[in-house]
């Protein structure tokens, strides 16, 4: 069965500091895709990233990267000299191809950037 | 304009009540999503439709139906609410050229 672990509960930074959020999943499907999404104190998911299984390129856009390894099912996330803004839940998600509909979340990390 | 709208964005209502919560898209999507979220718990599916004649349960579908009216919109219904349906409810639609699901803002609903 599918699974998602983000494995920090919450995390709390300065504001400026580099933060990385780790997403481990599981799957036994050789096609599928991976998301990140952020959920901000005002409640709504906001989609930020898709990465199939046959794009292991990392990708960096403005200061967000990520960084996706096959090898360690991993597909971590990292915010360069976070902002206050940056405050929110951010989550991790696994969907199978294949015609499969299953959006799998993990439990989510709370990060909370401090000025 | 938000491409995925819900309505009502809060609600309180009582044990046994029945309750629907609206989504409406504007991407054309043929697939749309309802799920719930709880503290601790992440996301769930309750329930997903292919297309108006295409409903399928998800992983938490008792106690809830649903009704996909048109391509563009999907109720949710809670035939008999009950207080551990307290939750916060999500619709989304799923772009399937890129396979990623978009939400609407969400529906805060409680049950007393």
């Known amino acids: 069965a599918q699974k998602v672990t983000q494995a920090q509960t919450e995390i709390s930074v300065v504001e400026k500091e580099d933060v990385t959020l780790d997403c481990v999943y599981e799957?036994?499907?050789?096609?599928?895709?991976l998301f990140w999404y952020k959920q901000p104190p005002s409640g709504e998911l906001v989609f930020l990233i898709r990465?199939?299984?046959?794009?292991?390129q990392n990708e960096i856009s403005g200061r967000y990267s990520w960084n996706f390894q096959k090898s360690t099912s991993s597909f971590n996330f990292t915010i360069t000299a976070s902002q206050v803004v940056d405050s929110a839940v951010y989550f991790c998600?696994?969907?199978?191809?294949?015609?499969?509909?299953?959006?799998?979340f993990g439990k989510g990390t709370k990060l909370t950037v401090n000025p | 304009d938000a491409d995925v709208t819900q309505t009502p964005r809060n609600r309180i209502t009582k044990t046994g009540k029945r309750i629907m919560l609206e989504c409406s898209q504007t991407?054309?999507?043929?697939?749309m999503y309802w799920y719930r979220q709880d503290p601790g718990l992440g996301l769930r599916l309750i329930y997903y439709?292919?297309?108006?004649?295409?409903?399928n349960k998800g992983e938490i579908s008792d106690g809830y139906s649903v009704s996909r009216q048109a391509q563009a919109k999907f109720s949710l219904s809670l035939e008999s609410a009950i207080p551990n349906q307290t939750a916060l409810y999500f619709c989304?639609?799923?772009?399937?050229?890129?396979?990623?699901?978009?939400f609407g803002p969400g529906t805060r609903l409680t049950v007393l």
């Open positions: 990465r199939n299984s046959f794009d292991e």
């Open positions: 799957t036994r499907d050789t096609t599928y895709y």
């Open positions: 998600a696994l969907s199978e191809g294949g015609g499969s509909e299953k959006l799998v």
């Open positions: 991407k054309g999507h043929d697939r």
């Open positions: 439709s292919f297309d108006v004649k295409d409903i």
């Open positions: 989304a639609s799923r772009d399937r050229d890129t396979d990623t699901q978009y």
